[in-house]
Nanobody, 133 residues
Protein backbone atom coordinates (compact mmCIF):
# COMPACT_ATOMS: atom_id res chain seq x y z
CA UNK A 1 0.00 0.00 0.00
CA UNK A 2 1.61 3.17 -1.14
CA UNK A 3 0.48 6.73 -1.77
CA UNK A 4 2.38 9.40 -3.58
CA UNK A 5 1.35 13.04 -3.52
CA UNK A 6 2.80 15.43 -6.06
CA UNK A 7 2.04 18.61 -7.94
CA UNK A 8 3.08 21.23 -5.41
CA UNK A 9 5.10 24.27 -6.29
CA UNK A 10 5.40 28.02 -6.11
CA UNK A 11 2.39 30.03 -7.23
CA UNK A 12 1.33 33.66 -6.94
CA UNK A 13 -1.65 34.68 -4.83
CA UNK A 14 -4.84 34.13 -6.78
CA UNK A 15 -3.26 31.34 -8.78
CA UNK A 16 -4.07 27.66 -8.85
CA UNK A 17 -2.47 24.27 -8.50
CA UNK A 18 -3.68 20.72 -8.78
CA UNK A 19 -2.26 18.17 -6.42
CA UNK A 20 -2.39 14.50 -7.28
CA UNK A 21 -2.42 11.52 -4.95
CA UNK A 22 -1.57 8.31 -6.78
CA UNK A 23 -2.09 4.93 -5.15
CA UNK A 24 -0.30 1.66 -5.76
CA UNK A 25 -1.00 -1.71 -4.22
CA UNK A 26 -4.66 -1.03 -3.54
CA UNK A 27 -7.80 0.25 -5.24
CA UNK A 28 -8.30 3.86 -4.21
CA UNK A 29 -12.02 3.76 -4.96
CA UNK A 30 -12.54 1.54 -1.93
CA UNK A 31 -10.88 3.99 0.44
CA UNK A 32 -11.79 7.28 2.01
CA UNK A 33 -9.07 9.83 1.30
CA UNK A 34 -7.99 12.77 3.36
CA UNK A 35 -5.96 15.80 2.42
CA UNK A 36 -4.06 17.50 5.22
CA UNK A 37 -1.55 20.29 5.40
CA UNK A 38 1.15 21.21 7.82
CA UNK A 39 3.09 24.35 8.53
CA UNK A 40 6.12 23.99 10.83
CA UNK A 41 5.26 25.18 14.29
CA UNK A 42 1.54 24.68 13.76
CA UNK A 43 -0.78 21.74 14.11
CA UNK A 44 -1.59 19.63 11.10
CA UNK A 45 -4.80 20.86 9.54
CA UNK A 46 -7.50 18.86 7.80
CA UNK A 47 -8.19 20.27 4.35
CA UNK A 48 -10.67 17.75 3.02
CA UNK A 49 -12.03 14.26 3.53
CA UNK A 50 -13.58 12.37 0.65
CA UNK A 51 -15.40 9.07 0.74
CA UNK A 52 -14.81 6.34 -1.78
CA UNK A 53 -17.76 5.07 -3.85
CA UNK A 54 -20.30 7.78 -2.91
CA UNK A 55 -17.96 10.75 -3.25
CA UNK A 56 -19.24 12.60 -0.20
CA UNK A 57 -16.76 15.32 0.70
CA UNK A 58 -15.92 17.54 3.63
CA UNK A 59 -14.01 20.76 3.19
CA UNK A 60 -12.46 22.87 5.89
CA UNK A 61 -14.00 26.33 6.12
CA UNK A 62 -10.66 27.85 5.19
CA UNK A 63 -10.74 26.22 1.73
CA UNK A 64 -14.46 25.81 1.05
CA UNK A 65 -15.41 27.22 -2.32
CA UNK A 66 -11.79 27.31 -3.49
CA UNK A 67 -10.62 23.70 -3.28
CA UNK A 68 -12.23 20.70 -4.95
CA UNK A 69 -11.52 17.00 -4.61
CA UNK A 70 -12.05 14.64 -7.51
CA UNK A 71 -11.12 11.10 -8.40
CA UNK A 72 -10.05 9.27 -11.51
CA UNK A 73 -10.62 5.63 -10.69
CA UNK A 74 -9.10 4.48 -13.95
CA UNK A 75 -5.84 6.13 -12.92
CA UNK A 76 -6.25 5.19 -9.26
CA UNK A 77 -5.64 8.82 -8.40
CA UNK A 78 -7.32 11.49 -6.31
CA UNK A 79 -6.88 15.17 -7.07
CA UNK A 80 -7.05 18.33 -5.03
CA UNK A 81 -7.77 21.30 -7.25
CA UNK A 82 -6.76 24.47 -5.45
CA UNK A 83 -7.97 27.77 -6.87
CA UNK A 84 -7.72 31.35 -5.66
CA UNK A 85 -4.72 30.45 -3.60
CA UNK A 86 -3.74 32.63 -0.69
CA UNK A 87 -0.43 33.02 1.13
CA UNK A 88 -2.00 31.29 4.12
CA UNK A 89 -2.42 28.16 2.00
CA UNK A 90 1.33 27.75 2.06
CA UNK A 91 2.10 24.38 3.66
CA UNK A 92 3.24 20.85 3.01
CA UNK A 93 0.22 18.94 1.74
CA UNK A 94 -0.33 15.26 2.42
CA UNK A 95 -2.84 12.72 1.20
CA UNK A 96 -3.85 9.76 3.31
CA UNK A 97 -6.07 6.70 2.95
CA UNK A 98 -8.37 5.19 5.56
CA UNK A 99 -8.24 1.37 5.61
CA UNK A 100 -11.80 0.25 4.80
CA UNK A 101 -11.72 -2.78 7.10
CA UNK A 102 -13.52 -0.81 9.83
CA UNK A 103 -15.75 1.73 8.10
CA UNK A 104 -15.72 0.67 4.48
CA UNK A 105 -15.32 3.10 1.64
CA UNK A 106 -17.10 5.83 3.61
CA UNK A 107 -14.30 5.97 6.11
CA UNK A 108 -14.24 7.00 9.73
CA UNK A 109 -14.83 10.61 8.82
CA UNK A 110 -18.22 10.10 7.16
CA UNK A 111 -19.46 7.69 9.82
CA UNK A 112 -18.50 10.00 12.67
CA UNK A 113 -18.50 13.41 11.01
CA UNK A 114 -14.90 13.97 12.05
CA UNK A 115 -12.26 14.57 9.42
CA UNK A 116 -9.18 13.94 11.52
CA UNK A 117 -5.68 12.75 10.72
CA UNK A 118 -5.70 9.94 13.27
CA UNK A 119 -8.43 8.17 11.27
CA UNK A 120 -6.08 7.62 8.34
CA UNK A 121 -3.69 4.69 8.22
CA UNK A 122 -1.65 5.17 5.10
CA UNK A 123 0.16 8.37 4.27
CA UNK A 124 2.01 9.60 1.25
CA UNK A 125 5.00 11.87 1.39
CA UNK A 126 4.11 15.52 1.40
CA UNK A 127 4.34 18.02 -1.39
CA UNK A 128 5.24 21.65 -0.74
CA UNK A 129 2.84 24.39 -1.80
CA UNK A 130 4.11 27.93 -1.57
CA UNK A 131 1.87 30.88 -2.35
CA UNK A 132 3.88 34.05 -2.66
CA UNK A 133 4.37 37.00 -4.92
Amino acid sequence: VQLQAYGGGLVQPGGFLRLSCAASGFTLENYAIGWFRHVPGKEREAVSCNSGKNGKTFYADSVKGRFTVSRDNAKNTVYLQMNSLKPEDTAVYYCAADDPKYYGAMGYWEVTGRCIANAFDNWGQGTQVTVSS
